[in-house]
């Protein structure tokens, strides 16, 4: 896979993140996190499998891609869109915010902002009946523009 002058920017900045976070960054994560980048949208883990054995011929099994998953979102280079059961890459990893994704149920094209504010009101309001919120999963669904123009 050739990597374009940004991705390559962003999977040595990843290195650099997992090196300050205490973590090995080892060249499955490196592959991975730059098959993310490089594919538009989520993408489900085992198409991201598929698309690993065809482009990079690598070979994972579902379990150790899970975990390189999970430790690509740690550290805040991945994100999981939960009603989806997919991935994605965080093209912003540097910046802390809140992801809210924007997920088209016609065509599946899924976008994201960046948002602080719905989430700390979210978790004030939680804790205001005792609620500790441990993490957010925000996702909006509907059509892009694309769909909602073809419609």
């Known amino acids: 896979m050739h990597l374009h002058h940004n991705t390559l920017a962003l999977v040595n900045a990843a290195a650099d993140r997992?090196?300050?976070?205490?973590?090995?960054?080892?060249?499955q994560r490196?592959?991975?996190?730059?098959?993310?980048?490089?594919?538009k949208g989520a993408i489900g883990a085992y198409d991201?499998?598929?698309?690993?054995a065809?482009?990079?011929?690598?070979?994972?099994?579902?379990?150790?891609?899970?975990?390189?998953?999970?430790?690509?979102?740690?550290?805040?280079l991945v994100v999981k869109i939960e009603s989806l059961n997919a991935w994605r890459a965080c093209h912003h990893p540097h910046q802390?915010?809140?992801h809210v994704f924007l997920v088209c149920d016609g065509c599946g094209q899924t976008d994201e902002i960046a948002d602080h504010g719905a989430a700390l009101?979210?978790?004030?309001?939680?804790?205001?009946?005792?609620?500790?919120t441990n993490?957010?999963?925000?996702?909006?669904?509907?059509?892009c523009s694309s769909c909602v123009t073809a419609a």
């Open 96 to 98: 802390e915010h809140q």
């Open 54 to 76: 065809r482009l990079q011929a690598l070979t994972l099994k579902p379990a150790s891609l899970y975990r390189t998953l999970d430790d690509l979102q740690a550290l805040g």
């Open 18 to 27: 997992a090196r300050a976070a205490g973590q090995r960054w080892t060249p």
């Open 135 to 143: 993490r957010h999963v925000l996702e909006l669904h509907g059509n």
């Open 30 to 39: 490196a592959t991975v996190y730059a098959a993310l980048l490089s594919t």
């Open 121 to 132: 009101h979210l978790s004030q309001s939680a804790a205001a009946l005792g609620f500790k």
């Open 48 to 52: 991201l499998i598929d698309l690993l």
